[in-house]
């Protein structure tokens, strides 16, 4: 059996989600099954990239951004054709948004096979202003049609996507949920954690220091249960740009919680720290399906978290789990002194088992393996008109 060619085109290697996502397919599609390239566009400013890099076969795209910028679109565009028509892909798989929406037009011009996007995210609200979402709709809808399969990480974002898009995406939708490869983390846990204080009970932030993560929300919900918690220590992990970093040191100061806040800065792999935690704690204004909130129940943290995204879906019925309706503040502060009461009270190896099983790379690559053989293994309907 001849391999399949899969050209995997990512926006940009930060350390996110999606670029670990594309990791582990990188490690974990069978070879014999699939010969992998990876394109990659440049990081936003501030971005700290992913380590360490995905294994194999990557391919930079520098002019491909984030930021709507048409005449480095053009030029991506461009490059992403050119390097298409090089390799000759079965299946091109495109993850995030302005890679999905270039590379699937790029693949579609090209003639490609098969066509595949993930949607790493709740892509269609509370990340752009209301008439730049209106506009990239309208084009999100365009690229569907482009697309044999979609995947949707959670069975929410399915129906969010299938509801936005409409019958053309609905069509073309499937759930694959999001794997984590948590043998490999926990074999490197990352830098030790901070010393702990006597009877201190942790609460930990983990994400980008970015405005949807929210960063702010979860200082102010920490500030209310640390008003009655006095062991209560926070610990917040994550880059961003200097600004975001001393707009949320100030926040914490206003907040009378300053000296009960431990600033850590990126972590590659923060394993090592949400084992030492009590308490992960998710604030986010909008989600996908978070791979740090699997990492860090697998790591042994119990989890508080706005129910936003695919979370629910993810981990809604998962022991040490507590949710709370987007942007309550007291809500998620009552959910955050739950979980830390219930620290003690979770049976941590059977959730390891639960988690390998249902979240393990084996199953992801399984899903995936399934999904592309169908796709390449018969010719998709039009083709030949291309």
């Excluded at 220091?209 to 920490?222: D, I, R, S, T, Y």
Aim: with cysteine; aromatic share 4%; glycine share 10%.
């Amino acid at each position: 059996m001849t391999a399949k060619r899969v050209l995997r085109v990512i926006t940009r290697l930060n350390a996110g989600g999606p670029s670990r996502h594309v990791g582990l397919l990188a490690r974990h599609l069978d070879p014999a099954r699939f010969v992998q390239r990876v394109v990659h566009g440049a990081l936003d400013a501030g971005e700290a990239p992913i380590a360490p890099m995905p294994e194999g076969d990557l391919v930079s795209c520098p002019r491909l951004r984030r930021p709507i910028a048409p005449l480095d679109d053009l030029a991506a565009a461009r490059r992403l054709r050119e390097i298409i028509r090089a390799y000759r892909p079965d299946l091109v798989h495109t993850h995030q948004g302005k890679a999905g929406l270039l590379g699937r037009r790029a693949a579609r011009r090209e003639g490609v096979r098969a066509i595949v996007h993930t949607y790493h995210g709740h892509t269609f609200r509370r990340y752009w202003s209301a008439g730049l979402g209106r506009i990239l709709l309208a084009v999100e809808r365009g690229a569907a049609r482009l697309s044999d399969a979609l995947v949707a990480q959670s069975t929410s974002q399915r129906d969010e996507i299938a509801a936005a898009l409409g019958p053309a995406a609905e069509a073309r939708l499937v759930v694959i949920p999001p794997g984590v490869d948590f043998p490999a983390l926990a074999a490197d846990p990352g830098p030790a954690p901070p010393p702990r204080e006597e009877g201190e009970v942790r609460v930990t932030f983990a994400a980008r220091l970015a405005p949807v993560k929210n960063v702010e929300g979860f200082l102010e919900a920490f500030a209310l249960v640390a008003r009655e918690r006095p062991e209560m220590r926070a610990c917040v992990a994550g880059g961003g740009t200097r600004e975001a970093e001393d707009d949320a040191r100030t926040r914490a100061g206003a907040l009378g919680i300053a000296e009960r806040v431990r600033w850590l800065g990126p972590l590659d792999n923060p394993r090592a720290l949400l084992a030492s935690s009590e308490v992960l704690v998710c604030s986010s204004r909008a989600e996908g399906t978070p791979l740090g909130l699997l990492e860090g129940l697998h790591a042994g943290a119990n989890v508080a978290s706005f129910a936003v995204g695919g979370i629910a879906d993810l981990i809604g019925g998962e022991a040490g789990v507590h949710l709370a309706p987007p942007d309550d503040l007291a809500a998620l502060a009552g959910a955050i002194a739950r979980a830390a009461d219930e620290a003690g009270a979770v049976d941590r190896e059977e959730r390891r088992r639960r988690l390998e099983r249902d979240f393990g790379p084996a199953r992801l690559a399984a899903d995936l393996t399934a999904l592309y053989e169908r796709l390449t293994g018969v010719s998709r309907p039009g083709a030949a008109s291309r």
